[in-house]
C-alpha cells in the first residue's frame, strides 16, 4: 500500500498511516458484512416468493439466539425449477464442491450440482 501511494499518487506516507488505512477500510468492509447478514432474511422471503415450491431455509446460530444476538450460521437454497428437472432427467452425477470463505466471512461454502451425463462421460464413469 506504502509502495502504491508513493508510486500512482508520488506522495510519502508514513507505515502507520497505510496500516491506519487499511484498519479503517477494513472495519468499513466488516460493517457492510453486517448490514448484507441482515438482509438475509427478506432475501429468503423474496427468493420463496418469486420462485414458488423452491426450498429456502436459513439458520441462525443457537448460542447467539440464547444470548439475545442473530447471528447467520448456513443457508440452503433448492429451486424448484431444479428440483424438477433433476427428478425429470434423472441425471445420475452429481458434484460436489466446496470451498474455505476467508476475511469476516469464515466458513465453509458446499455447492451440489447435478450433471447431464452424455456419450463421452458414461466410459469414463463405467471404466
Known amino acids: ?9 508520488m506522495v510519502s506516507v ?3 498511516k497505510c496500516k491506519r488505512a487499511r484498519r479503517l477500510i477494513m472495519e468499513g468492509m466488516e ?9 438475509l432474511e427478506s432475501y429468503c422471503n423474496e427468493l420463496k416468493r418469486s420462485n414458488p415450491g423452491s426450498d ?3 439458520e441462525l446460530s443457537k448460542e447467539a439466539l440464547e ?3 442473530r447471528v447467520f450460521n448456513r443457508l440452503y437454497v433448492c429451486f424448484n425449477v431444479a428440483r424438477m428437472g433433476w427428478k425429470a432427467g ?8 466446496g470451498t474455505f470463505l476467508k476475511g469476516n466471512a469464515r466458513g465453509i461454502m458446499l455447492t451440489a450440482t447435478g450433471l447431464d451425463a452424455n456419450d463421452s462421460l458414461i466410459p469414463l464413469l463405467l471404466g
Open 1 to 9: 500500500m506504502k509502495k502504491d501511494a508513493e508510486e500512482e499518487l
Open 56 to 58: 429456502v431455509s436459513l
Open 67 to 69: 444470548n439475545g444476538n
Open 31 to 39: 460493517g457492510s458484512y453486517i448490514d448484507e447478514f441482515n438482509h
Open 90 to 97: 434423472c441425471r445420475p452425477i452429481i458434484g460436489l464442491d
Open 14 to 16: 508514513s507505515l502507520f
